[in-house]
Structures are given as structure tokens and as C-alpha cells.
């Protein structure tokens, strides 16, 4: 039944992280051992082992996906149905009908509150909020949560301990790094691998922006931006990506420029080398019926090589919706959001999800894996002139799945025309401290900043017990 609501764990000893390391401009993870006293993951409490944050970028309108108010004023409700789900008593979106077959497995928090006005992943990434809305990631940002199980060495030794798929965030728009998935001030050897993509458009939006085209293409690793001429844009568009970058690697591994490369360097190579990375972005192991249930474009793509890598034990991936340049603003709907939704958004979504979690359930993986679908803000409640919404951080949803979280929950009410919370609302502190207490993290846990100054890891945040099963 349908059921509306609004423990911290004790750090122990016994574990190392790897070396820190930085290729070029690449930037993995190697080995660095800590304290004991300092160990903060205990696998034994863990609910979670790995974690997929999917980020709907630009704000998708809460009240027009998981929290529809058919009985508010026409300027608020929209022009979308609610349908019931197998959840009994809870109605989403219409346009969501594989994911109203999964909500019976979902929590659903109605209620992520803020006051942080930016497209920054920040938030829900880190738990922090400041008062620069408009920067970029800055060597003074606080580490997200991949960046802490990169510091802690979560996962195993040949991989990274966290990807970022299918760019960095802001890629796509003349690359503004957005705030959000780094290693702050632990540094750039805590970033997780940011993968490369070079999307192609089979048309020209009409009008820029808000008449969406899907990105194709998928994404491929890295190279050392440090070896000869490995530059994305030398890759013959004929050949395989992988192809490719496994020829010049393996050319490269012959050189004296690799055999020279310090003990760090190295470590690094071999990681971008290892058969596990290289495996998981082969998506010509997968059948064609596979890439089709996901779908054969960059997001389809991103989201089935994020499976792969939590298949190989990657602890934290995320996948960002990105914004290339004017092809369409992603969930940042200032203009006819409802036509972006139906159309392009909300199948998207109830695509790649819906395969997300059949293919984890049947691999037996969806219980230790922890499915995140959220953006950083919700959209104001009232349509604009532009049938639009815009920016509205009070009130936003975050939808998740499998990884130790309650199946068939709802967490929080807001009110008559989905503005505010009315009850449970939750804070992005509060929101990342579930995250890490799900992973066996301590949330209270502390790494000093730049000025040697312990700083909590949750920013204060408590985990919402509510939602934790």
C-alpha cells in the first residue's frame, strides 16, 4: 500500500585507499593509504555497493512528472493526466507508463527542498549550497560522493572508483565545467573519469533550444593527453572508437614516453588499459535487441555502459542528461515544456530507466546497486507566457530504486500546487547523507579542506531513515 512519511554508522578500521593520481589532464585514482582510526566503509553495513545518479539536468517540473495536482488551476496543472501505478493509491504522469509498472519497487521523495538557483549538480552531488550560483567547479568545492569513494578506495584496483558518462558536466556548452562531480578540494586526483562523446544531430531544432534533438553517438574512455597527437579529434569517424584507442594505447605502451612515466603515471596507464575499463565500454557485446531497449543514442548508451561498469564493481557512475549547445536545453523548460516533455524528456527517460532496472534486476544486481533519477530543482508552479516553467529550487523530486532504499514508498506531501513542502522536506545534506549511509560511509565522517580544516562529508546532513529499508 501506498505509504507517505516523513542511524548514522560508527567509522571502523582495517582500510586503505589507493594512490592518488593525475595523467595529463586525465584525472583517476591510485593509492594513498590512510589510518585505520580514519576508515569510514564497512562493507558489512553497506546496502549499497555501487550507486548510478542519473541527472535530469536544467530542473524537470516535479508537478508534471511524479507529482501531478489535476485539481490545481489550469496555469498550474499543466496539460498532462495522472495514471494510476502499481503502486496502489500513487498516480504519475501519463507519459510515464513503464515506470508506473516499477513504482511499486520505487521510494519516491517528493520533497527535495533548497534555496541554491543553479544547474549545478552540486547539491544533490555534494549536500552543499552556497551563494555562487553562477561559478564554475572551483578547487575550493567541498567533493562530491564519488570523490570520497575514490579517497577511500571503493571497488577494485583496476578500475576507477568513479565515472562521470558521457562528459563533464557543461561539456556540451563551450565547457563550463558545472559544479558538481569532482574532487574539490581533495584534489584532481579524486575526479572520477569523465568520459569523451562527439554527439551527432540528424537535424537543426527549430527554434534553438527548446525544440530537442537526440545527441547520438556513445561515450568512449579517455586517453593521456600527455602521449603524441591523442586528440579526440584525430579519431577516424570509420573505425571503431575502441578500436582505435586500443591500437594507439598499445602502440603507446611500447614507447619510451610510457616506460619513462613515473610509478603514478603508470598505474594510471594501466587502469585506462585494464580489460575491465576497456570491457565495459564495449558495447559490441551486447546484443543489437539489448542497445535497443536502451536505445541506440548517447543517453541509451551512457546509461548501458553505466550497467557495465557496476557489473565490473565500479562503486559510483554518474550520468548526466547533458546540454549540447543549442540542440535542446535538456529539463530546462523556459519555453514549451510540455511539448519537450511528452515528446522528447519523458520517453527518454521512460526508456532507458525501465532497462536500467531489468536488466540490474536479473543479474541479480538491483539490490546492492542504488538507482538515483533527480535534477537539481524542480520548476515553478505557474506556466509562464511562454508555456513554460522556470526555475524553482524549493520543491523538486528525487526518484530512486534498488540499493537498500524502501520499495513502494513515498516520502513527504507538498502542497495544493506542488510550491512547497508541507511535510518531510529534504535538504540536500540530509539527501547525500542517505546516499553515503547507504554505501556503508559514514556521513559524519571529515576530510580537511585546503586550509586544513575537518569538513564533514555530509555538510551536516542526517541520512533520512524513512526511506532506508
Keep these: 500500500m501506498l505509504s507517505v512519511l516523513g542511524h548514522s554508522k560508527k567509522m571502523c578500521d582495517g582500510v586503505t585507499r589507493r594512490e592518488l593520481m593525475r595523467v595529463g589532464g586525465l584525472s583517476l585514482l591510485a593509492g594513498l593509504s590512510m589510518p585505520k582510526l580514519l576508515r569510514a566503509a564497512d562493507d558489512r553495513r553497506a546496502k549499497a555497493r ?98 570520497i569513494c575514490q579517497y577511500l578506495g571503493l571497488g577494485p584496483e583496476d578500475l576507477p572508483g568513479a565515472v562521470c558518462l558521457p562528459c563533464f558536466p557543461g561539456s556540451g556548452q563551450k565547457g563550463h565545467r558545472r559544479r558538481g562531480p569532482y574532487g574539490g578540494f581533495l584534489g584532481r586526483s579524486c575526479d572520477p573519469l569523465f568520459t569523451l562523446c562527439k554527439p551527432t544531430f540528424d537535424r537543426e531544432p527549430s527554434p534553438n533550444d527548446y525544440d530537442p534533438v537526440m545527441p547520438m553517438g556513445q561515450p568512449f574512455p579517455p586517453t593521456p593527453d600527455d602521449l603524441p597527437e591523442m586528440t579526440v579529434n584525430r579519431l577516424d569517424e570509420r573505425k571503431s572508437l575502441l578500436t582505435q584507442l586500443d591500437t594507439v594505447f598499445a602502440e603507446s605502451s611500447r614507447s619510451p614516453a610510457v616506460t619513462s612515466m613515473d610509478q603514478v603515471k603508470q598505474k ?43 557489473e565490473a564493481g565500479v562503486p559510483f557512475i554518474s550520468v548526466h542528461q547533458e546540454i549540447f549547445d543549442h540542440y535542446g536545453h535538456a529539463y530546462d523548460m523556459h519555453q514549451n515544456n510540455f511539448s519537450m516533455l511528452k515528446d522528447f524528456n519523458l520517453p527518454l527517460l521512460d526508456q532507458v530507466i525501465p532497462a536500467l532496472l531489468h536488466d540490474l534486476e536479473q543479474s541479480g544486481l538491483l539490490d546492492s546497486t542504488l538507482v538515483v533519477v533527480m535534477g537539481e530543482m524542480g520548476r515553478t508552479p505557474k506556466i509562464n507566457a511562454k508555456a513554460g516553467r522556470d526555475h524553482w529550487p524549493q520543491c523538486g523530486f528525487s526518484l530512486l530504486f534498488g540499493g537498500g532504499v524502501k520499495q513502494g514508498y513515498v516520502h513527504g506531501t507538498t502542497d495544493k500546487i506542488g510550491a512547497w513542502p508541507t511535510s518531510y522536506p529534504v535538504s540536500p545534506a540530509d539527501f547525500v547523507a542517505t546516499v553515503y549511509s547507504l554505501l556503508g560511509i559514514d556521513p559524519r565522517m571529515t576530510v580537511n579542506d ?20
Excluded at 507508463?97 to 519516491?108: S, V
Excluded at 555534494?126 to 560522493?145: K, L, R
Excluded at 585546503?450 to 529499508?469: N, Y
Design 268 to 310: 594510471a596507464f594501466s587502469i585506462l588499459t585494464s580489460g575491465r575499463t576497456r570491457d565495459a565500454f564495449d558495447l559490441e557485446q551486447e546484443s543489437s535487441g539489448t542497445r535497443d531497449r536502451y536505445g541506440q543514442n548517447l543517453v541509451g548508451s551512457s546509461m548501458l555502459i553505466a550497467r557495465r561498469l557496476v
Design 450 to 469: 585546503r586550509a586544513g580544516r575537518p569538513i564533514s562529508i555530509a555538510h551536516g546532513g542526517e541520512p533520512v531513515a524513512d526511506v532506508i529499508a
Design 50 to 147: 555501487s550507486v548510478i545518479m542519473f541527472n535530469l539536468l536544467g530542473g524537470p517540473a516535479h508537478m508534471d512528472m511524479f507529482d501531478l495536482k489535476p485539481d490545481a488551476p489550469a496555469e498550474v496543472r499543466g496539460e498532462f493526466n495522472p495514471i494510476s501505478t502499481s503502486l496502489p493509491g500513487l498516480q504519475i504522469c501519463e507519459h510515464l507508463p513503464r515506470l508506473a509498472g516499477w513504482m511499486d519497487r520505487a521510494t519516491l521523495i517528493r520533497t527535495f527542498s533548497h534555496t541554491f538557483n543553479s544547474h549545478d549538480p552540486l547539491p544533490f552531488m555534494t549536500g552543499f549550497t552556497d551563494d555562487q550560483p553562477s561559478a564554475q567547479a572551483m578547487p575550493t568545492d567541498p567533493p562530491d560522493v564519488g570523490a
